[in-house]
């Protein structure tokens, strides 16, 4: 049985699709089932995330997972948060965002731009389940002054990795996926799985 994937994201999809298809989890883009766009009215990364995997699973008919995630940058006092994806404002691009977070940060010093994705998966059995499963990632870094690399998406070309030396946006797509806050929440919310968590 498949599981629909509540995401527009090309990123997000990619590297979900990649972690599952490794767990044998097959999983379905929610375009696939023509499932419009729902409003993100939550406060919280878990409220958007239970928001985006009810709609799609309301809409398709099957189990859902949703993936609501972003950046919290300490000397914006957790910004941009909730709103990483609409940071330059409602339909800004990666790009837009990412130049707005470099001018926020204009002169602040290296060692106060430290920062971290999170990443909440949700896992619905189906549209009216009362028990999801509630999984987390978070990722340690700082913001860069520029951007380095090409790989990935959203912030990833500005967040830099300390354990690696680089950019997120200079990994591998298999190491990024090891380190990630996705990579993290997907394997606790796989491990759920696997044990039994999905009658
Ligand atoms: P869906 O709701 O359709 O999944 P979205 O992009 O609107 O797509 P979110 O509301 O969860 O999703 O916003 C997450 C934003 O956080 C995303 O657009 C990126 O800007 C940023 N983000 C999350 N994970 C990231 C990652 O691994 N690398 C870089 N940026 C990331």
Redesign the pocket.
Known sequence: ESIVLA???A??VREIGQLLTEARIRIVPQGEYGVPEVE?TGLTFVE?AIL?ARHAARHSGLAAIA?????EVDALRGAPGIY??RYAGAGAS?QE?LLKLLRELEGVPENQRTAR?Q?LLVYLRHADDPTPLICQGTWEGRILTSPRGTN?????PV?FVPTEGCS?AELDPETKNRL???GQALRRLQRLLEAGCNP
Do not use: P, Q, V, W
Not at 67 to 71: A, M, T
Not at 152 to 156: A, E, K, L, N
């Open positions: 995401s527009n994201n990123g997000k993100e958007n985006k993936d609501d995630s972003g950046l990483s994806a990666d965002n994705f990443c990935g998406f959203g912030y990833d967040f997120a990630s806050h996705r």
